[in-house]
């Protein structure tokens, strides 16, 4: 079954914001809704949800981060994080270890069955971008990541400037 988006007919701009930038900025919310769409339907055998996934994938470059740590590197809140621990740490994923020489700080490992569900996890990623973007051909993948790089350096410097 082809799912899209609905199409935005009665969606409308903001106030002082024209058509064509609108436009522009519906197909990208398209592309991460479908984006999303294919990870939930790639994930639907595993025993995570995509959140959780990004978290694994942090942890398997950075075995033994403390929670806050792990909440700055995946730009959640420390309660979220807290949260998905707890539900990692009861599927068996992770384990929470006190630090060596600070037992105040809580440092979260991947367990074996962690390492394991990474692996697989890699495999789904792989999938998803060969999926979308490596079904592009090379110059527009390189145009897309150009205007992308645009795009991080308008919000960026927005960022700054609010």
């Known amino acids: 079954m082809h799912h899209m988006p609905p199409e935005p007919h009665d969606i409308h701009p ?8 609108w436009s522009v900025f519906l197909e990208f919310k398209n592309v991460m809704i479908l984006q999303q769409r ?3 339907s790639l994930l639907a055998d595993e025993e995570t949800h995509p959140a959780q996934a990004g978290c694994l994938h942090v942890l398997s470059h950075n075995d033994g981060l403390s929670q ?3 909440a700055d590197k995946l730009h959640v809140s420390r309660p979220t994080v807290t949260t998905m621990l707890q539900k990692m ?13 600070d037992q105040r700080l809580t440092r979260i490992f991947l367990t074996e069955s962690g390492r394991i569900l ?3 996890l890699e495999a789904v990623f792989a999938q998803l971008i ?4 490596g079904a592009m051909a090379e110059n527009d993948r390189t145009e897309l990541r150009r205007l992308l790089s645009v795009l991080n350096e308008n919000l960026t410097r927005a960022i700054d400037e609010a």
Request: hydrophobic share 35%; charged share 30%; no cysteine.
């Open 68 to 70: 806050s740590e792990l």
């Open 130 to 133: 060969r999926a979308g973007v």
């Open 38 to 40: 294919l990870m939930m």
């Open 14 to 21: 903001p106030v002082g914001v024209d058509s064509d930038p």
């Open 118 to 120: 990474v692996a697989r």
């Open 89 to 101: 740490e009861t599927t068996g994923v992770i384990e929470r270890r006190p630090d060596e020489h």
